[in-house]
Every structure is written in structure tokens, then in C-alpha cells.
T-cell receptor
Framework: AQKITQTQPGMFVQEKEAVTLDCTYD???????LFWYKQPSSGEMIFLIY??????QNATEGRYSLNFQKARKSANLVISASQLGDSAMYFC??????????????FGSGTQLTVLP | NAGVTQTPKFQVLKTGQSMTLQCAQD?????MYWYRQDPGMGLRLIYY???????DKGEVPNGYNVSRLNKREFSLRLESAAPSQTSVYFC?????????????FGPGTRLTVT
């Protein structure tokens, strides 16, 4: 079964508008971490934001915020005031004990975001 | 601050050739990882090293070997390259294995096996 599901292969947003990228996850563990990474066309993976399963408040980092709904097992990324430089592939990822001792990051398939001028 | 560096950035191999991908981090991190990313997919873990002196298999270890040379360096070796190993390879590091630690990634190595 998919552990991380990103249902939007591609999204478009107008510059300066906000956009929400969806992510749902599947785990039976109580302790886990959720991450969002950005991968621009240049290929590097850039860490954006982290949410711990016990964190009561939604994580925020500048224009990025994570809409964490634990009961629904969703961890959507919200980008406010989109900029042209936000155009990239965005990956949702999770670390949980069931990943094995590696606590490896399990990635979703990604969402390609295009910001339109 | 260089973070995580990888060499080479690009490589073309013929089937059966061998090569080693190098990775180094300057953040004094304990844990290091090797991932591969195939087109249209997220990353999958090949091998990891929880701490200096230890290595373990990840999700897709077949056809690869690793060496944790010291705390800074973690190399990935392809002994006999196959076309199925054509991919982009990322090295990453983190403070440790706990779920809260984010992983920092290198720029990637684009490998083509013909």
C-alpha cells in the first residue's frame, strides 16, 4: 500500500496567489515525521518544512505552512504569495518507525507546480 | 558552508563497467544515505549508514555496495553496471535516525548506463 499519496501530478497557480499541494499518508505508528521537499529543474532536493506527529500547531516557515490534519492523515503544503521561482516539483515524505531502523524517508510521487506570470 | 557534496555530477557507463560515487558532508552529521530517483518517481533508499562504522541495506540495495570511510564520507559503488541502474543518485545526511531529523541532500549524480 502507498505510504505517501500525492494525488496532483501537476498544478498551476497565478503569481502572488496561494496554492495548496495535497499529501495523505498511511502509518499505524504514533510517532512519525512529515517533510516537504522542493526539487527545481536543476535537480537538487531542498528541505522546506517539517511537522512532527505530536506537534499541536501547524508548522510554518516563511511563505510555507503545513496544514496538518492528523485524524485525516493529511499534511498539505500551503505556499502563500506564489513566486515564479516556486515553479518546481514538490515531494511529501514521511519518516516512521515502520520504515525499519533506517527510518528512511518514504517519498510520494510528487506534484509539479507551475507558477504563471 | 558546502553542506553535502557529490562527485561526479554526470557519468556515462557501459554495461558491466564499475564506478564509485563519492559523497561528503561538512555538517558533522552522524547518519548518511544513498537514494536513487527514477523518472517521475520519488526517491528510494539504497543503503544507509546510521553512524561511522556501520552500514545497512535500504529498499533497493541489489547491485550496489557502500563504504562509510569516516564520519564525513560515504561512497556508493556499482560493481557491474546495468541499464536498470540508469538513474539520478542522491546522497543525504542527517544528525541521526530519529524521525524529527530532516535529511539534507547533495546535488545528485546523473548516471546513464548504455
Amino acid at each position: 500500500a502507498q505510504k505517501i499519496t500525492q494525488t496532483q501530478p501537476g498544478m498551476f497557480v497565478q503569481e502572488k496567489e496561494a496554492v495548496t499541494l495535497d499529501c495523505t499518508y498511511d502509518t499505524s505508528d504514533q510517532s512519525y515525521g512529515l517533510f516537504w521537499y522542493k526539487q527545481p529543474s536543476s535537480g537538487e532536493m531542498i528541505f522546506l518544512i517539517y511537522q512532527g506527529s505530536y506537534d499541536e500547531q501547524n508548522a510554518t516557515e516563511g511563505r510555507y505552512s503545513l496544514n496538518f490534519q492528523k485524524a485525516r492523515k493529511s499534511a498539505n503544503l500551503v505556499i502563500s504569495a506564489s513566486q515564479l521561482g516556486d515553479s518546481a516539483m514538490y515531494f511529501c515524505a514521511m519518516r516512521d518507525p515502520s520504515s525499519g531502523s533506517a527510518r528512511q524517508l518514504t517519498f510520494g510521487s510528487g506534484t509539479q507546480l507551475t507558477v504563471l506570470p | 558552508n558546502a553542506g553535502v557534496t557529490q562527485t561526479p555530477k554526470f557519468q556515462v557507463l557501459k554495461t558491466g563497467q564499475s564506478m564509485t560515487l563519492q559523497c561528503a558532508q561538512d555538517m558533522n552529521h552522524n547518519s548518511m544515505y544513498w537514494y536513487r530517483q527514477d523518472p517521475g518517481m520519488g526517491l528510494r533508499l539504497i543503503y544507509y549508514s546510521a553512524s561511522e562504522g556501520t552500514t545497512d541495506k535500504g529498499e533497493v540495495p541489489n547491485g550496489y555496495n557502500v563504504s562509510r570511510l569516516n564520519k564525513r564520507e560515504f561512497s556508493l559503488r556499482l560493481e557491474s553496471a546495468a541499464p536498470s541502474q540508469t538513474s539520478v543518485y542522491f546522497c543525504a545526511s542527517s544528525e541521526g535516525l530519529a524521525a524529527a531529523y530532516e535529511q539534507y541532500f547533495g546535488p545528485g549524480t546523473r548516471l546513464t548506463v548504455t
